[in-house]
T-cell receptor, first 113, second 114 residues
């Protein structure tokens, strides 16, 4: 059984650019959530996908968008990058929406310059 | 709405001493509570969880936490700290009403002195 994997592990982007982060969920998990963790802070919920539909969103602007694919892997897209978007982006997967236990990937460290 | 407050952004203990990391939550419905650990440049690893069964929850690496509804607390303890326990610890809350989306506290950095 493979765990949650994220790619890339690190990347650097310029302000105004667009970025796509990827997440492969754990085997058997059909719910994927994305979190943003700024330096020195706790993770903040961005949004959640269940069976390819967004079913929850945190307080993030529309330039943060996502997708979930039929194999339950997921993408996080951020347009018009700002310096404050620099953070560790964490993906978590669960089996269903009622299962409380989420398993996290190692994260993608995004630096916007 | 739900929220978590972790008292003390930094806690320092000596190796072998008691570890106590504090977490208070706010929730209008019965909560599910979690403690996660994060080592440098890594993701989050689940230490333990409370999901309305036993109020004293035992987790991995010798950690445990007690759910106290009257105090709205879920403090994390370990009888004897090891150097390998040095990390960032996050308390999180969720509810069925929230679709089990996690709300995290700001984290507590645990330092263990030899």
């Amino acid at each position: 059984e493979t765990g949650v994997t994220q790619s890339p592990t690190h990347l650097i982007k310029t302000r105004g650019q667009q970025v796509t982060l990827r997440c492969s969920s754990q085997s058997g998990h059909n719910t994927v959530s994305w979190y943003q963790q700024a330096l020195g802070q706790g993770p903040q919920f961005i949004f959640q996908y269940y069976r390819e539909e967004e079913n929850g969103r945190g307080n993030f602007p529309p330039r943060f968008s996502g997708l979930q694919f039929p194999n339950y892997s997921s993408e996080l897209n951020v347009n018009a990058l700002e310096l404050d978007d620099s953070a560790l982006y964490l993906c978590a997967s669960r089996a269903g929406t009622q299962n409380t236990e989420a398993f996290f990937g190692q994260g993608t460290r995004l630096t916007v310059v | 709405a739900q929220s978590v407050t972790q008292l003390g952004s930094h806690v320092s203990v000596s190796e072998g001493a008691l570890v106590l990391l504090r977490c208070n939550y706010s929730s209008s419905v019965p909560p599910y509570l979690f403690w996660y650990v994060q080592y440098p440049n890594q993701g989050l690893q689940l230490l333990l969880k409370y999901t309305s069964a036993a109020t004293l929850v035992k987790g991995i690496n010798g950690f445990e936490a007690e759910f106290k509804k009257s105090e709205t607390s879920f403090h994390l303890t370990k009888p004897s700290a090891h150097m390998s326990d040095a990390a960032e610890y996050f308390c999180a809350v969720t509810t069925n009403n929230a679709g089990n989306m996690l709300t995290f506290g700001g984290g507590t950095r645990l330092m263990v002195k030899p």
